[in-house]
């Protein structure tokens, strides 16, 4: 429930639609092609369940990942507690090399935020992986979650010897919005 399907609905056709999803049974696929430095890319984004039940369909999908978005609910502590258990499973199971992105989703819920920001930035420099705030609700982030790792991808596989290397930290860094921080009503 931390909002997985309703981020990737977000991304792939730019709208929330609140509540209206039964949880996610084994997996869920969408293509989606996106442009990347005049290229075109295609992404295979599978939506997994997250509940344990569905675990052992899910761990199968891990191993053919190019790269893993794991998402926790910012107003949900436990959630954001079972991320250092999801980076074991996918240490365990995925290629040594996928791109990982951790996210804080449902950022537009600030008042019954129960992990600040920096808790999360935190997390994510222990394990050396970008992060970022996201809403499925407000679209905040979403287009460019997607859009980063696309890129680290698409330069992972035309890389030259001597090509200089794609920094997905800072291109983060520098292309993401702060939700929260700076709208005033
Ligand atoms: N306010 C708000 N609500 C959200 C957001 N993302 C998801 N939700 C709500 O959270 C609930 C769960 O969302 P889902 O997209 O079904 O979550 P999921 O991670 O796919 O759930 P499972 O398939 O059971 O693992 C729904 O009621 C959504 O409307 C968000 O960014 N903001």
Known sequence: GVG?????VQFD????????????VGIGFTNKEVTVDNVKVKLQIWDTAGQERFRSVTHAYYR??????????I???SSFDNIRAWLTEIHEYAQTDVVIMLLGN????SSERAIRRDEGERLA????????ETSAKTGVNVELAFTAVAKELK??????????KFQIHEYIESQKE???CCSYF
């Open 125 to 132: 420099r222990e394990y050396s992986v970008p992060f970022m």
């Open 13 to 24: 056709q730019g709208k929330f639609i609140p509540g209206s999803f039964s949880a996610t």
């Open 64 to 73: 053919d990942a190019h790269a893993l978005l794991l998402l926790y609910d």
């Open 106 to 109: 449902k950022a537009d819920m």
């Open 75 to 77: 107003t949900n502590k």
């Open 178 to 180: 702060k939700s929260g």
């Open 4 to 8: 997985k399907t309703s981020l990737l």
């Open 155 to 164: 330069h992972r596989a035309a890389r030259h010897p001597n090509e200089s």
